[in-house]
Structures are given as structure tokens and as C-alpha cells.
């Protein structure tokens, strides 16, 4: 039998249940372009290159020792990231024993797996979607580790990092000047092909406990993610989000090139008549989303914008790839399991509490603690929760935690608004 795609196989015994087919006809290797996944906000999708999706690259088949591949922490439907219900479901499904669920991104990394309810207690973050990463402290560093507090074992010490971390999409990579959430394969200069390249031959070594491989193998992948685009392409209660002159969905993504500039994907919509589009009541929500755009496009009262930082026009990333502390790493907003470092900055003295030191754990500057990529914002109601660790669990969340944390200020209905754009991307 043919090595597959295990979302492929998911998705023809799917179509095809209670239906004797052939095992060949079930390893389908093709997803159609804009083929439609419902979210939470309607339905998402994505648009490749290559004319179709090719659930039979090197991403999607296991390429190591362990029955893992790039696809079993970065799913199509699921915005190429994987939400926590995603893990629940191949931990009922498998009792535990799917290839995910691996010491490799256990709570600790000597956790008991011998029973279901043991391995439903080791793997507690992974069942969250937050999987175990880490590193030593730079022998360079600016800072060193004075206190560790780590509950579950994962392995922290005054030298060495445990923490957990979301997966980030492998998609919209056409927009990008960096690949990691602290930039761990690339250097800013944008070399994005050669990131993706060392991130893939990272994960087959790593993650998939694999031999270094082909350079064929780590190419094929590379360019596979360059050529993705995933964004939302209908929202309930609004219908296609390219309707009436608007340019939301992904093929529209697809051609944007990577520019700073302001979102204007619901130009269109800015200021519509209630009924001149389609219904009133659907067009009184593509207002509702033109204004949300404006919101992020725009400073508030403090002078704050979203847009500050999500420069990269009609996706959301930054453009040249600057990355930042948006205080989701604090201990105030600590989640249960995860580690806690306190570190000391070696020339004054300052100390400073973290979950996950971030661009500092690669660079060693003190200057870099707490500092992450930012993401493409494109198909985000496809990949909940957000920020790197999780934090937020809801769109409406990441709203109020920059508002508490960054001094934003939103009256209840521009939070609304703000939301529905957000959906919309």
C-alpha cells in the first residue's frame, strides 16, 4: 500500500462512507483550488499555483521513522495550523496513540504513555495544541536565568528553555520576510525559500525522527508551501466575500504582492446602501466589516493602529519582517503547565518574567525578549487559539488583550466591527 496523506484518506472515506472503494481510488493526491472548509465564521480555503492543492507532496507524507509529517501539526482545513479539537479528535480516535502524540511534545519529555489515561494526562498542552519546543540560553547572551518554575517537568533549567508553543500557518508564504515565531530558520534578510528549506529538513530530523533528507524531498516542500494561499472565503450571514467589487477570498490573495500598505479589500463595501448589493440585512454586515477594516487601518484616540505592526497590505504580516513584543508572554497571562523563567539582564541587573523568551532565545539580546513574528492575519477563523502560546481564545479576545496590554481603546461596537473584519480576512 502507498504511503498518503492521512487528511487526504480523511476526507475520501468522508465522501465516500458506507461505499466499497478501492484502496487507489481512496489515495486521492488532489484537492481542488478554493475548495471550501467550514470555521467558525463560515468557510475558509485554499488557492495554489500549482491549480491544485497536491495532498501528494513531501509535506504530507510521513518522511521519518515515527509516522509523522509536516501535515500532522499543520492541516488544511484547520488554516495549515491545528486547533485543539483537531488533537482531542485523533486522541479519541486512536486512544492516545496517533503519531502526534509523541514524548517528543509530551508535558516532560520522561512522561508515563503506557495507559490512555496516562498518555491523556502527558500530553495536556499537545491536547490544547500547544506543543513542547526549546533551546539553551546563548553562550553570548545579555541575560541569564536566575529562577525557573516548571510544573510539569518539561525540562527547564538555568540553561535551557522549555515551552509551549501554537503551530503557525504554512501558508501565504508569498508575503513573508521570515519563517518561525522567533525567526529560528531565517536572519530578516528574506530569504524566506531558504528558511522554509531548513525548516523542513529541520522537521524530518527533529519532529519526524527522520535521516537528513534529499535535497529534493526539503525543495519539493519549500516550494509546495511558497505557492499556498489560505484565506476566508464566505461569512455567515454575508455570503462570498468577493460580492459587490469586494477582493477578499484567496485566489485575490494569491496575486497581492508584499507591499506596506493599508488593507482595501472592502473598499467597496465602505458606505453601502442597505440593499443595493443583496439583502439589507447582509449588506448591513459588509458595512459592519468596511468598518473594521478602517479600524485596523487607521489610528485610534491613543494613536495606536493595527496596521502599525500588520503592515503587509491585505495580509497582515510585516513587511520587512520586524518582530515584536505584544505581552503575551508575561506571567500575568501564564496559562496552567507552562514554565516560568526569570531572567536577569547581566549588565544591570533588571530582571523580567517570561513563558517563552522568543527572537532572544536565537539572538541574545535582552532588547529581544518576549519579541515574535507577526503572522499573516489571512483565514484566522480557521485556526483558533491565537497568539503563540494560545492565549486568546476567541478574535474578540485578542482584541481585549491588546487594548489591556498595549493601551488600544475600542468602544464595545468598533470591538464588534474590528471582529468582523478580522473574520472576514
Known sequence: MKRRSTFAALVMSTLFAGTAVADDVLDVTRLPNNFPFLDQAGTAATFSTAGFVDLGNAFHVPQGTNGRSCESCHLPHAGWSIRPADVELKFLLTRGTDPIFNLLDADSPTADVSSVPARRSAYSMLRKGLFRRNGNVPATAEYEIIAVDDPLHAGGTLTHFEFFRRPLATAN????????????????????????????????????????PATATVESIAVYEEGLSFAQQFVFGVGPLTACGAQGGPENLSAQPPVAARFDLYDAWIGLVPGTCTTRAADRKRVQIARGQELFNNAGPTGKRCSGCHSAANNGSNV??????????????????????????????????????????????????????????????????YFHNGTAATLTDVVIHYEQALGFQFKPEERDDLVAFLEAL
Do not use: C
Open 173 to 212: 508564504f508569498h508575503i513573508a520576510k521570515n519563517v518561525g515565531w522567533h525567526d529560528q530558520n531565517g536572519d530578516l534578510t528574506g530569504n524566506v525559500h531558504a528558511g522554509l528549506v531548513a525548516q523542513a529538513t529541520g522537521n524530518i530530523t527533529g519532529g519526524q525522527q527522520g535521516s537528513t
Open 320 to 385: 520587512n519582517g520586524t518582530l515584536f513584543d505584544v505581552g503575551a508572554s508575561t506571567a500575568a497571562l501564564r496559562q496552567p503547565g507552562m514554565p516560568l523563567y526569570t531572567l536577569r539582564n547581566k549588565t544591570t541587573g533588571e530582571t523580567r518574567l517570561t513563558t517563552d523568551p522568543g527572537r532572544a532565545l536565537k539572538s541574545g539580546r535582552w532588547a529581544d525578549v518576549d519579541k515574535f513574528k507577526v503572522p499573516s492575519l489571512r483565514g484566522l477563523a480557521a485556526r483558533a487559539p
